[in-house]
């Protein structure tokens, strides 16, 4: 993986990566105290081909779902990682992609088959753990109460 990805998954896989990158050594700029992962990405320069995709994947993650940016480039950046790797030990990359393609299909079946579980057979108590689970996203935990009692009825 290049040197401009791997210092982005180094920053965002550590729990101090804000300190980190309002540190002006870093990036010769001020950054203010944020914790919205993909306005942090925005606010970096960001040239590298590679690095681009992982800071387009967080707006659109943010976007699309308005949580778990940083999750997506974790994992995203291991992904390109890995597949570097295979690069250089003479893969093609049309190998990589087909590969990973594969492992996309069968871990969505062992989902399906193995670790999904139908809404009929919970009981209450697990419908309710899900909702507040689900509710302690960014988007609507000011609002939990309100969506704890819709639930409930």
Do not use: W
């Not at 992904?79 to 003479?90: F, G, I, S």
């Not at 989902?111 to 909702?131: F, M, P, Q, T, Y």
């Amino acid at each position: 993986m290049p040197s401009h990805c791997k210092h982005r998954q180094n920053l965002i896989r550590s729990r101090r990566y804000v300190d980190k990158i309002r540190d002006s050594h870093l990036l010769h700029i001020h950054i203010p105290f944020i914790f919205h992962f993909p306005t942090i990405l925005k606010m970096l320069e960001v040239e590298h081909p590679a690095a681009k995709v992982l800071v387009e994947l967080a707006e659109l993650q943010d976007r699309e779902v308005g949580d778990g940016t940083t999750s997506v480039v974790i994992v995203a950046a291991r992904l390109l990682k890995r597949a570097n790797d295979l690069v250089r030990n003479k893969i093609h990359p049309t190998s990589i992609i087909s590969g990973y393609r594969l492992a996309m299909r069968e871990a969505c079946k062992y989902i399906d088959e193995k670790l999904a579980v139908k809404v009929e057979k919970l009981g209450k108590d697990s419908l309710v753990n899900c909702a507040k689970t689900s509710m302690s996203s960014k988007l609507i935990s000011g609002d939990s109460d309100y969506f704890e009692n819709l639930i409930n009825e």
